[in-house]
């Protein structure tokens, strides 16, 4: 067999992008332990009362300055932002994100006017997080490896899960529409093609 002289490699879940629309890929589904499940269920009943709610802000790698580099895989929306977008909901809060700064944490739960539980400490083990995401009521963020577990786990139509997706978006969101067919169920909330606002999120967060 020939190899072309410029091969190109790509990840195995960017293969429908590369091949059109027709080649849909659905989620792969996971199944949590029952004592993982068990544990999970343990330690959301210590927080207060349901629904529990998981939220992220932010994913992907920074990019560095005067390169694009990452760019294309960093996403974020305000966590203040986001914390006036859930401020009159009932329920528990649960911070997701990975390494949260500080700050973010604060103006998150300011903005939310209750207090979060910081609980980035299940990104350390993916079948604790697996566990934790399938267990929760609702998660809201950005689309990240916590978004994919939650659409695993999940059966299409009940996922009550809110993905925010940036602008470019990557394909697997496509550029418009409220829901993905690669991720049928997840609700898609789409930042504004407006670069350089502030406000790019009011509309699909208010």
Same mark, same amino acid.
């Given at each position: 067999i020939s190899m072309p002289k410029n091969p190109v490699t790509l990840p195995v879940g960017d293969l429908p992008g590369l091949f059109g629309p027709t080649s849909f890929v659905p989620p792969l589904r996971f199944r949590p332990s029952e004592a993982g %499940? &068990? !544990? =999970?269920? #343990?330690? %959301? !009943? /210590? &927080?207060?009362? =349901?629904?529990?709610?998981?939220? /992220?802000? #932010?994913a992907g790698s920074k990019p560095l300055a005067g390169s694009r580099t990452g760019v294309d895989f960093f996403k974020r929306v305000s966590p203040a932002l986001l914390g006036e977008s859930l401020r009159t909901r009932n329920g528990t809060f649960v911070i997701l994100q990975r390494d949260p700064e500080a700050r973010d944490v604060s103006e998150f739960t300011q903005a939310l006017g209750k207090s979060a539980w910081d609980w980035s400490d299940i990104n350390a083990d993916l079948s604790s997080a697996l566990a934790i995401l399938a267990m929760l009521d609702e998660y809201i963020g950005v689309s990240n490896t916590n978004l994919h577990l939650r659409a695993g786990v999940t059966s299409s139509g009940v996922h009550h899960t809110t993905t925010l997706v940036c602008h470019p978006p990557e394909w697997r969101w496509g550029h418009h529409g409220h829901e993905s067919p690669w991720f049928p169920g997840i609700r898609v909330l789409r930042e504004l093609a407006a670069s350089g606002r502030p406000d790019t999120w009011s509309t699909a967060l208010s």
């Open positions: %499940l &068990l !544990a =999970a269920s #343990e330690r %959301l !009943a /210590t &927080l207060g009362p =349901a629904p529990y709610i998981g939220v /992220t802000w #932010e």
